[in-house]
């Protein structure tokens, strides 16, 4: 796939998935977190219970098709308020996804960009989720959905195909077209099987706590594994 970057390119990147790659999260626990803020106690307790009966779906969903998965779980936006939503961004964050961000992410990227490659993430997630990350890590790009919204509400559908599987791939390799990157320099990191064909658009593929299917490819073409782990939580 590295054959189709731009032969006058002269520009390294890097790109990171973010859940399950740089956090320890799903799409799953932002949405939970945003619900969470919107009810009273025993709603809440309500709401989680029937809640968790659908996750058995989406489980099952995101081991079948993981792109397919995204779609349907972002229907459950449908309705919301987005003002509402992209004001607790940045509370999402500090409670669900900076606690959740391993260890070794920030050398690895300072690594990166003391080499003088373009740091860019690649992610399912909305966009609005992702920025207060992407602000604090110091990307350089973000490759992220949106959610449409129409009188001022979320329909629930997302502004384009979701960012997943081959459709990662696509988006790294139409991004560095765009952006004159050698991909055959380029990094890419990723922990699950999803995130390959953005991991094969790059001369340079690294899997981080790899899922099962991942690992064996890692392991068969020889790329580096890496092991990152959790910040220590004290009492």
């Given at each position: 796939m590295t054959s189709d970057a731009p032969t006058n390119a002269s520009e390294a990147a890097v790109f990171f998935d973010v859940d399950g790659t740089l956090i320890r999260s799903t799409i799953v626990h932002y949405y939970v977190?945003?619900?969470?803020?919107?009810?009273?106690?025993?709603?809440?307790?309500?709401?989680?219970?029937?809640?968790?009966?659908?996750?058995?779906?989406?489980l099952v969903l995101d081991k079948i098709d993981r792109s397919?998965?995204?779609?349907?779980?972002?229907?459950?936006?449908?309705?919301?308020?987005?003002?509402r939503v992209k004001a607790l961004a940045r509370e999402c964050y500090d409670a669900v996804i900076r606690p959740r961000q391993y260890q070794e992410v920030e050398a690895c990227i300072a690594e990166h960009r003391k080499a003088s490659r373009r740091i860019v993430l690649v992610t399912g997630s909305i966009d609005f989720i992702i920025k207060p990350l992407a602000e604090d890590l110091r990307a350089d790009d973000v490759i992220?959905?949106?959610?449409?919204?129409?009188?001022?509400?979320?329909?629930?559908?997302?502004?384009?195909?979701?960012?997943?599987?081959?459709?990662?791939?696509?988006?790294?390799?139409?991004?560095?077209?765009?952006?004159?990157?050698?991909?055959?320099?380029?990094?890419?990191?990723?922990?699950?099987?999803?995130?390959?064909?953005?991991?094969?658009a790059v001369g340079l593929p690294h899997a981080v706590n790899p899922d099962k299917a991942l690992g064996a490819v890692a392991k068969a073409r020889g790329w580096p594994v890496h092991h990152w782990s959790l910040p220590v939580v004290r009492a």
């Open positions: 977190y945003f619900r969470r803020r919107r009810m009273s106690s025993i709603r809440w307790k309500i709401w989680y219970a029937a809640f968790l009966l659908k996750c058995v779906y989406f397919r998965f995204n779609v349907v779980f972002y229907r459950s936006y449908r309705s919301l308020s987005p003002d992220a959905s949106s959610l449409v919204e129409v009188d001022g509400r979320f329909t629930g559908e997302l502004d384009g195909p979701p960012i997943g599987q081959e459709e990662k791939g696509r988006r790294v390799l139409e991004f560095a077209r765009t952006n004159a990157i050698d991909l055959s320099r380029s990094y890419a990191y990723g922990d699950a099987i999803a995130d390959l064909p953005m991991l094969e």
